[in-house]
């Protein structure tokens, strides 16, 4: 198991990206890596893929059940 380079990451985020604590906490790692320039510069999900998951799950509202309008 590869270990987690904490400080490094924390550097990186809080120092060199200047994001506010709160934000660095809430990034997925998927989203770190963009915002810090690692890896292949892109989003890894493609439009196509986003496509394939709106169509599996769509928004729709909320139905609510008829005792509550």
């Known amino acids: 198991m590869t270990r987690i380079a904490w400080p ?14 709160e934000v660095f906490w809430s990034l997925t790692p998927a989203e770190f890596m963009l915002m810090a320039g690692l890896g292949e510069g892109r989003a890894a999900l493609s439009r196509a893929g986003l496509a394939e998951l709106s169509a599996r799950f769509p928004d729709v509202p909320a139905v609510r059940p008829a005792e509550l309008e």
């Open 8 to 21: 490094r990451l924390m550097q990186v985020g809080l120092g060199r990206l200047r994001l506010p604590p």
